[in-house]
T-cell receptor, first 116, second 114 residues
Framework: GENVEQHPSTLSVQEGDSAVIKCTYSDSASNYFPWYKQELGKGPQLIIDIRSNVGEKKDQRIAVTLNKTAKHFSLHITETQPEDSAVYFCAARIEGYGGSQGNLIFGKGTKLSVKP | GAGVSQSPSNKVTEKGKDVELRCDPISGHTALYWYRQSLGQGLEFLIYFQGNSAPDKSGLPSDRFSAERTGGSVSTLTIQRTQQEDSAVYLC????????????FGSGTRLTVV
């Protein structure tokens, strides 16, 4: 089955710097890759996702890149702010024809701390 | 409702007791998932319901764990004869069938077995 590895487990940056979190997946059939942000005491929230037909997607200060050949995808946060501090999870899933889906397999998470 | 609702938010139980955790998904979402998050760990898949199809139970860690979804809406996760290693946050999520917009998670139930 699918296995998702995520690095680093903790990341500390100064406000205004960039943060990069990297994930690798094992099943080449996976084609949907979301990123979730989890704040203390809350459930994870979807912040951005990418499908395997594109290599990069941006949404304001966050971007995700995908390298299908290497089975590697990354989250990039620019101009970090203290409110970006949270645990970030990557995930992978196979989406079938017509939108049928299986369950998401998650990485173990990265605790991001942004210091003012 | 506007979001995924889970109850209770916190549950403390004695070892050996049974517990039931409830999830009320977003109206119209046909897919419902249960995950377990242990301290400092990632999200471990437990079970997945999609419409009227047979659930995917491949993630349930033992036969002490079971779940049902009545009427295609509310789901209950039951843990029998709880053990200390069952202590974790149990998260429920729902999505539209296509999953195009990803999962929406509830805030979870923090289970502590003493």
């Amino acid at each position: 089955g699918e296995n998702v590895e995520q690095h680093p487990s903790t990341l500390s940056v100064q406000e205004g710097d960039s943060a990069v979190i990297k994930c690798t997946y094992s099943d080449s059939a996976s084609n949907y890759f979301p990123w979730y942000k989890q704040e203390l005491g809350k459930g994870p929230q979807l912040i951005i996702d990418i499908r395997s037909n594109v290599g990069e997607k941006k949404d304001q200060r966050i971007a995700v890149t995908l390298n299908k050949t290497a089975k590697h995808f990354s989250l990039h946060i620019t101009e970090t702010q203290p409110e970006d501090s949270a645990v970030y999870f990557c995930a992978a899933r196979i989406e079938g024809y017509g939108g049928s889906q299986g369950n998401l397999i998650f990485g173990k998470g990265t605790k991001l701390s942004v210091k003012p | 409702g506007a979001g995924v609702s889970q109850s209770p938010s916190n549950k403390v139980t004695e070892k050996g007791k049974d517990v039931e955790l409830r999830c009320d998904p977003i109206s119209g979402h046909t897919a419902l998932y249960w995950y377990r998050q242990s301290l400092g760990q990632g999200l471990e898949f437990l079970i997945y319901f999609q419409g009227n199809s047979a659930p995917d139970k491949s993630g349930l860690p033992s036969d002490r764990f079971s779940a049902e979804r009545t009427g295609g809406s509310v789901s209950t996760l039951t843990i029998q004869r709880t053990q200390q290693e069952d202590s974790a946050v149990y998260l429920c999520a729902s999505s539209q069938r296509t999953g195009r917009y990803g999962y929406t998670f509830g805030s979870g139930t923090r289970l502590t077995v003493v």
